[in-house]
Nanobody
Framework: QVQLVESGGGLVQAGGSLGLACAAS????????VGWFRQGPGSEREFVAA???????KYEDSVRGRATISRDITKSTAYLVVNNLKPEDTAVYYC??????????????????WGQGTQVTVSS
């Protein structure tokens, strides 16, 4: 059973930056793909970014150029940094892992384990 714990959320002014971390335990982190998703008020959970076990990257169009996903295998932790934050980035951010580590899927159903989420609020 893989457990994921996100941290780093908070209140940020528009134009600022935020770094999120996702600490994993209970499985071979290096073999998984990791995805970040977000869910705004009244919205469905949407894809933000993903990194495969081999370092392949994928970003949603709305954050491409502003976001960076990375991972530290030695710490079993994945990261998401978003710069130039906008009010529309306000959401609960979730990390997830996919046992099929070669994928960088945009699909919620392709991920097997999820964290509890961390709130990010961007004020205008």
């Amino acid at each position: 059973q893989v457990q994921l714990v996100e941290s780093g959320g908070g209140l940020v002014q528009a134009g600022g930056s935020l770094g999120l971390a996702c600490a994993a335990s209970g499985g071979p982190f290096s073999s998984y793909a990791v995805g970040w998703f977000r869910q705004g008020p009244g919205s469905e959970r949407e894809f933000v970014a993903a990194i495969s076990r081999d370092g392949g990257l994928k970003y949603e169009d709305s954050v491409r150029g502003r976001a960076t996903i990375s991972r530290d295998i030695t710490k079993s932790t994945a990261y998401l940094v978003v710069n130039n934050l906008k009010p529309e980035d306000t959401a609960v951010y979730y990390c997830a892992v996919a046992l099929e580590g070669w994928r960088t899927s945009r699909m919620v159903n392709d991920y097997d384990y999820w964290g509890q989420g961390t709130q990010v609020t961007v004020s205008s």
